[in-house]
């Protein structure tokens, strides 16, 4: 059975997280769906650096949902980012704002 394609929320608001959470468990989406709270966090996890090093616990997203509005690195930083990378290429990223 292959697995779902994984789904990386970069949000720094817990209440979205939750609503989220909620909206996929309501919708049947089955996909796996990894929390990181800041830009730092996206770059080093779609980088597999430091504590996402370990791509069988931590893989590459199929899909990155981004939260414009961060403190620190903001979701424009982190977009710009994510498409310098030559590996991330092809990685589909929907933006999110409030």
Not at 10 to 23: G, M, N, P, Q, Y
Not at 34 to 53: D, F, K, P, S, T
């Amino acid at each position: 059975m292959p697995q779902r394609a994984l789904f990386l929320l970069v949000e720094d608001d817990e209440d979205h997280i939750i609503l989220f959470k909620r909206a996929f468990s309501k919708s049947n989406v089955l996909n796996p769906l990894q929390v990181v709270r800041n830009g730092h966090e996206a770059i080093c996890y779609l980088e597999g650096a430091g504590r996402y090093r370990d791509r069988s616990t931590f893989p590459l997203p199929t899909l990155v949902l981004l939260d414009l509005k961060m403190p620190g690195i903001d979701g424009f930083e982190v977009l710009s980012w994510i498409r310098q990378q030559p590996a991330l290429k092809t990685l589909r990223v929907i933006v999110l704002t409030s």
